[in-house]
């Protein structure tokens, strides 16, 4: 099964890197990921049959939905780009004439990581350890709490970010409304907190292994990818207007923001 869906990823990801290559936009592969993951979780809760039908159903349609709705938000975000996303740009310059090739080996990481990052979700649907009864069905409520909670939370930070970007008049500007009043990155705060479904639900098949993907996901976001590029750009960009921001905002669970 693994080595179907690595495929699979390698297929999307190729593709991808020829456009990129004409192009010039890398951004491209956030959107391929995201994709790859849907497309994982969909062949993988069409083709396995033996979980019970109620996480299959769970998995198949909650997390193909999350995946898919990731990869419509950043497509959209790349189709209004102009210029390439600086963290590639900066890529791009610094592999200099070894560009293609260097690209091609990051899309191929890419699918590695769209790999590692479905396991949660396959080893869910490939299960042959859970046995249906009333503590499958509390795990699974609270699972579903946990994706839908983080579902809307990540869908309306989203929403809220790019209504603010689309405004002229906040150019230079901090988002400091709505969610991101009280966390300077509640996008981020809520893509964390969904992959604390995967695990609870694991808890009915003895798949405590899953218990690391929350810890994975928070070092990639707060220490690798995600929060660290984020605050280093809207600094260079907003400059002090950014660092009042970050006096007063929490920098990722949500809070009250300081006076």
């Known amino acids: 099964m693994l080595l179907d869906v690595l495929l699979l990823d390698v297929f999307i990801m ?6 990129v290559t ?14 790859s993951i849907a497309l994982n979780v969909i062949w993988a809760a069409c083709v ?75 080893s869910l649907l490939s299960t042959t350890q ?5 503590w499958s069905n ?10 839908l909670v983080a579902f809307m939370g990540e869908s ?15 150019q230079g500007k ?8 009280y966390s300077r990155h509640p996008n981020y705060f809520f893509e964390w907190l969904h992959w604390f479904a995967y695990p609870i639900l694991g808890l009915a098949a003895g798949l405590y292994v899953l218990w690391i993907y929350p810890v994975l996901m928070w070092l ?11 605050e280093q750009q809207a600094l260079r960009h907003r400059g002090q207007n950014y660092r009042d921001y970050q006096q007063r905002t929490s920098m990722f669970i949500p809070w009250q923001p300081k006076e």
Not at 14 to 19: K, S, T
Not at 130 to 134: A, E, K, L, R
Not at 220 to 230: D, E
């Open 22 to 35: 004409y192009n010039h936009r890398a951004g491209l592969v956030d959107v391929a990921w995201s994709f």
């Open 14 to 19: 190729l593709f991808c890197w020829v456009i």
């Open 138 to 147: 509390w795990v699974l409520m609270a699972a579903a709490l946990i994706m």
């Open 220 to 230: 990639f976001l707060y220490y690798i990818t995600g929060i660290p590029f984020s």
């Open 156 to 170: 309306l930070a989203d929403h809220q970010l790019y209504r603010f970007k689309q405004d002229p008049a906040h």
């Open 48 to 122: 396995l049959d033996t979980a019970p039908i109620a996480v299959r159903i769970f998995i198949g349609l909650a997390s193909s939905i999350w995946f898919l709705r990731l990869t419509w938000h950043l497509l959209r975000r790349y189709g209004h780009e102009t210029e390439e996303d600086r963290r590639y740009a900066n890529m791009r310059r610094a592999m200099g004439a070894f560009q293609h090739l260097g690209f091609l080996a990051f899309f191929m990481f890419q699918a590695g990581l769209a790999i590692l990052f479905s396991y949660p979700m396959l």
């Open 174 to 181: 901090t988002m400091d409304q709505g969610l991101w009043k």
């Open 130 to 134: 859970m046995q249906w009864n009333d």
